[in-house]
T-cell receptor, first 114, second 117 residues
Framework: AQKVTQAQTEISVVEKEDVTLDCVYE???????LFWYKQPPSGELVFLIR????DEQNEISGRYSWNFQKSTSSFNFTITASQVVDSAVYFC???????????WGAGTKLIIKP | DARVTQTPRHKVTEMGQEVTMRCQPI?????VFWYRQTMMQGLELLAY????????DSGMPKDRFSAEMPDATLATLKIQPSEPRDSAVYFC???????????????FGPGTRLTVL
């Protein structure tokens, strides 16, 4: 059965610290896609990244980086030199094959203190 | 910067009233999704459209909810009659589905915060 686990319910760090949000997934498909979304206090859901199961290269975008490891079924998200504006709930999600359904993690609330 | 738009952003209504939420998907996208988000249930998929055809509405309470796409630029979600338990944030998302792309990346609108008194 497919499942996404974000074990960290809430993380609180001081500005400029690095922080890693964990995402562990379960799937039996060999073709699948992983996503991260950000939901700031204003409420909208913002797409951050999509990664397919055949591409294990890590991705870096400014202060954001993603570490995809099929061996541990993890797709972790790191924010380097965190800023107050990074405060949000971050969701990891999974879709299998061409299935339109997203399997969502419960989300991790990230609080960045000034 | 193409975005999904939703109206209204906030709606307060009384139990029993009809509520209509509207969504304009990103131009060129051929899939539309309606979600409901609550603290207790998280994000729930209510309906899915592809090329304006409803392909999945299994997440919707059939007796009171309905979703339509009158044209490619408008999707609507109606609740009639509304109940207090419908209070939630309703999101619309759109995406471009093609066999080349595999899974569709969903881009979300800002949501409609519904309060039913």
């Amino acid at each position: 059965a497919q499942k996404v686990t974000q074990a960290q319910t809430e993380i609180s760090v001081v500005e400029k610290e690095d922080v890693t949000l964990d995402c562990v997934y379960e799937t039996r498909d060999t073709t699948y896609y992983l996503f991260w979304y950000k939901q700031p206090p204003s409420g909208e859901l913002v797409f951050l990244i999509r990664r397919n199961s055949f591409d294990e290269q890590n991705e870096i975008s400014g202060r954001y980086s993603w570490n995809f490891q099929k061996s541990t079924s993890s797709f972790n998200f790191t924010i380097t030199a965190s800023q107050v504006v990074d405060s949000a709930v971050y969701f990891c999600a999974l879709s299998e094959g061409s299935n339109y359904q997203l399997i969502w993690g419960a989300g991790t609330k990230l609080i960045i203190k000034p | 910067d193409a975005r999904v738009t939703q109206t209204p952003r906030h709606k307060v209504t009384e139990m029993g009233q009809e509520v209509t939420m509207r969504c304009q998907p990103i131009l060129g996208h051929n899939t539309v999704f309606w979600y409901r988000q609550t603290m207790m249930q998280g994000l729930e998929l209510l309906a899915y459209f592809r090329n304006r055809a409803p392909l999945d509405d299994s997440g919707m309470p059939k007796d009171r909810f309905s979703a339509e796409m009158p044209d490619a630029t408008l999707a609507t979600l109606k609740i009639q009659p509304s109940e207090p338990r419908d209070s939630a944030v309703y999101f619309c998302a759109s995406g471009l589905d093609s066999w080349l792309a595999g899974s569709t990346t969903q881009y979300f609108g800002p949501g409609t915060r519904l309060t039913v008194l």
